[in-house]
Every structure is written in structure tokens, then in C-alpha cells.
């Protein structure tokens, strides 16, 4: 049983200095704001409340959310809304690849809200997406960044079979605080599916946000726990309250302790460590698309 959200009695906290965002809304963000709109599309940029849309859409770079925008799970660090989702629509991978097409993109990035009512949770519409993609623009790389799958391998291998240059999992949280903060979710299930993943053949990553009440050495834990799966590439990044129904925000890590666990991630063997107060699992994405290093 999940013990209850330890609820603020007063204001959240506010950001540190450090946490500096330009609100800027340039051509490109307004571009990528009537695309997706023209096309019925949905971002993870938009749904999640990422702190980096301004950046990013500014850019040229945007997460796209498949499967439609109602996760069947509560997780309690999560904006994304939660409830019954609708049926599954099946032009999606299409309009996806056009908006794509349309923007140019050297890479693209695709997530999904959990479909726990889906005999494959929805690993069909990522492999018709990554297929679309493909069609489209063939010189776009592709990185998923898929749920568990409630630990379907069948589903996991129907993804890995496109070959998407990185396929991301999120652990996001330590062992300790997992089935609290992720009630329908399991710690070892997500590093079986990274595992597995890689096993398959796949460039396997995943992400951590911090803040919500880890100790430093459970972070630790869980960076040794990714190396064990040969997880080739990590992000770090800071925890946000969405709202004061979320899971408050307990710490504000400094950027040079961020710095430090990029350190530490990459005396690990991580190929690649994206570790900062505003990282998030797609932040400077294109640039960890390319080859390991030798």
C-alpha cells in the first residue's frame, strides 16, 4: 500500500536564483505551437509543464506525446492528466512524421502516456510512428522514450525491431521512494525492461529527476543500478512541483552538485551524462543521437 502525499501547509517554495527562464515566444516556438495545433498533436513539452519549452521550441525541438494525452496511471510528480483515455487514433503515426517533415528535424523525440488498458500498451503506435518517421524523413534520427509496458517483452521487442537510435526509459526516482511517488510503476520491472532492451540490441538511456526527499547515496545507488544494465546514457535533473496537489518539492540541488553527479555518471562508463537543474529526458537530445564514443 502507498502511504499518502506528504502535502505543503504553506506556499510552494520559491526557485533559486539559478533557475532562470526566458519567456520568449520567437517564429520557431510560434511555428511549432500552430503545427502541433493544426495537426492535432500533442507535446510532453506542453502536457508535463517543462520548464525548457521556451528553449527548446525556440529551437526548433519538440517531444511529441503519441497515444493521446490521458495516462491510465497517477504518478504523483507527474502534471500529465490522468483518467480513462479515448480510443486509440490511428492517423496519429501519420500526422506525427508531417509535423516532423514540416520542421525539418535532424531529431525527433516520441513519448507516450501510459495505456495499461492496451493488450501491447501501445507498442504498435510506436513502431508505426518510428516506421512513419522514417517514410518521411529519412535523415531524421528517432529516440523513444517508452513506458514499461507493464513488463510485456513481446511489446518492448516490437519497438527495438525499428531500430530507434536511442530507446529511453525513465527510472526517475530512487528504489526507496518508487512505490510511493509511482505507485503503478516497479523499480526492478523498469531496469528488466532497460536490460532487456539492451540485450535486444538497443541504445538504451534513462532519466532521474531529484528533489523529492533521496538521500545522496540512494542517487548513487541508482546510477550503479543503470550501469548494471549497461544503460549508455543518463540525464539528471531537478524536480518541479506541477501543482500543490503534486508531491512537494523537498530540495533544490545547486548546479555544482549537478556537476559532481555528471562526474561521478561518467567515471561509471555512462557514454553520455546530461546532468543540470533544467534537464530533462529530451534536453540536448540531438546531441546525444550520435556515435558512442570508441
Known sequence: MSR????????????????????RQGPDYQEIRRLTQDLNLHTICEE???????????????????????????????AVTTGRPLPLDETEPERVAAAIKALAL????????????????GARIFAETIR????????????????????????????????????????????????????????????????????????????????MGEAAEEVREVMRDLRAVECDIMTIGQYLQPTKAHWPVVRFYPPEEFRLLKEEGLALGFHHVES??????????????GPPPA
Not at 508535463?48 to 525556440?58: D, K, L, Q
Not at 535532424?106 to 495499461?116: C, E, Y
Open 4 to 23: 499518502p502525499i506528504p502535502m505543503l501547509q504553506e506556499p510552494r517554495p520559491r526557485l533559486p536564483a539559478w533557475f532562470k527562464v526566458e519567456l
Open 48 to 78: 508535463a509543464r517543462c520548464p525548457n519549452v521556451w528553449e527548446c521550441w525556440n529551437s526548433r525541438t519538440a517531444t511529441f506525446l503519441i497515444l493521446g494525452d490521458i495516462c491510465t496511471r497517477r504518478c504523483h510528480y507527474c
Open 132 to 211: 512513419a518517421i522514417r517514410r518521411a524523413l529519412p535523415t531524421c534520427t528517432v529516440e523513444v522514450l517508452i513506458p514499461d509496458f507493464l513488463g510485456d517483452l513481446v511489446a518492448l521487442a516490437a519497438v527495438v525491431a525499428e531500430e530507434p537510435e536511442i530507446l529511453n526509459h525513465n527510472i526517475e526516482t530512487v528504489r526507496r521512494l518508487f512505490p510511493t511517488v509511482r505507485p503503478q510503476g516497479k523499480y526492478d520491472r523498469s531496469l528488466t525492461l532497460l536490460d532487456r532492451a539492451k540485450r535486444m540490441g538497443a541504445r538504451t538511456k534513462s532519466g532521474l529527476i531529484v528533489g
Open 106 to 121: 535532424r531529431h525527433a523525440v516520441i513519448t507516450s502516456v501510459n495505456r495499461d488498458e492496451l493488450p501491447d500498451g
Open 276 to 289: 543540470g537543474p533544467l534537464v530533462r529526458s529530451s534536453y540536448h537530445a540531438e546531441q546525444q543521437a
